[in-house]
């Protein structure tokens, strides 16, 4: 069964930068999509961004405004997000997801997920 654990974060002051990673095991990596979901405390789970099989496509929540850049390493079954210009309400604890196996759409859908890592906290804060 496909596992998936998150690292990278941390305290970052505004204006900052993080990089997470989501290294995955237990399955064949490239057979899943793989997103990244973020929550704030007394918010609902949010989707990020999404990245396809091939990681030659994928999506971000537009509130994110380009700051944000997702890729995969499928030799090394993991997944990367690159946070930029880090802002306050960016902070929270970001998770890992994978969709159901073989599975070729994006989502930013929590629903769509199968798999999830436990996450990993990033605070944005001076």
């Known amino acids: 069964q496909l596992q998936l654990v998150e690292s990278g974060g941390g305290l970052v002051q505004p204006g900052g930068s993080l990089r997470l990673s989501c290294a995955a095991s237990?399955?064949?990596?490239?057979?899943?999509?793989i997103a990244w979901f973020r929550q704030s405390p007394g918010k609902e789970r949010e989707g990020v961004s999404c990245?396809?099989?091939?990681?030659?496509?994928?999506i971000y929540a537009n509130s994110l405004k380009g700051r944000f850049t997702i890729a995969r390493d499928n030799a090394n079954s993991t997944v990367f997000l690159q946070m930029n210009d880090l802002e306050p309400e960016d902070t929270g604890v970001y998770y890992c997801?994978?969709?159901?196996?073989?599975?070729?759409?994006?989502?930013?859908?929590?629903?769509?997920?199968?798999?999830w890592g436990k996450g990993t906290q990033v605070t944005v804060s001076a």
């Open positions: 997801a994978a969709g159901r196996r073989l599975f070729i759409g994006c989502s930013l859908s929590s629903g769509s997920m199968y798999y």
């Open positions: 237990g399955a064949t990596f490239d057979d899943y999509v």
């Open positions: 990245i396809k099989r091939s990681g030659q496509s994928s």
